[in-house]
């Protein structure tokens, strides 16, 4: 999972993200050029505000959308009607890594089965509706601070304590 998130784990207000810092916007698309990418509609659709001019959700990446009304697929956008049958296709089109990006509704319904969790946690308390779910499951394995003129943050890699709930896969 690739989240940012405040210090109560608010990672969301109005269907945007609540603070503006490039450089983690600049490692997310690190992360995840050229992998596969699974959001739930709202935030999918929130994307398609920020990347309007390509007309894409996220250029350079096969984005998988949950959602229980939108099931057409677009271009290298693909839609289907349970967090499950995401993660088999993402799995099918990319076996190595998965990414699964938000928001709130769709890293709760993740939590139980990632394996790693890439981490921003920006400093403050900013206002949200919506929020991350517990991770206490995870340790840190690299930690880096980083800072610019408006904002503190840290970089996290984390990985589990336990194993993760079976990963589905297509039979
Ligand atoms: N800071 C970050 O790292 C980060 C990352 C991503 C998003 N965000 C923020 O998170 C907020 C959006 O999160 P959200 O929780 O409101 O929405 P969301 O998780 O992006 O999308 C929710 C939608 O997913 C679909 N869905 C949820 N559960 C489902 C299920 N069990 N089966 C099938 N479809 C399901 C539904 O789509 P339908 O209504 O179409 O059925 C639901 O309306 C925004 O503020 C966004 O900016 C922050």
């Given at each position: 999972m690739v989240a940012a998130m405040d210090e109560q784990r608010g990672i969301g207000y109005k269907n945007m993200i609540p603070w503006k810092i490039k450089e983690d916007l600049v490692r997310f698309r690190d992360l995840t050029v050229g992998k596969t990418v699974i959001f739930g509609r709202k935030t999918y659709e929130s994307l398609l505000g920020y990347y309007q001019r390509s007309?894409?959700?996220?250029?350079k990446r096969k984005t998988v959308v949950v959602s229980r009304t939108a099931h057409q697929k677009e271009g290298e956008t693909y839609f289907v009607s349970s967090f499950e049958e995401a993660l088999k296709l993402a799995r099918k089109i990319e076996p190595e890594e998965v990414f699964v990006s938000g928001g709130a509704q769709i890293f709760n319904l993740g939590i139980d089965y990632a394996q790693k969790l890439y981490l921003t946690v920006v400093k403050g308390k900013y206002r949200a509706d919506t929020f991350f779910p517990d991770y206490s499951k995870f340790k840190i394995v690299k930690k880096e601070d980083r800072s610019n003129e408006k904002h503190s943050y840290s970089f996290l890699e984390m990985v589990r304590k336990q194993a993760s709930k079976e990963f589905p896969i297509e039979k």
């Open positions: 007309g894409k959700a996220m250029p």
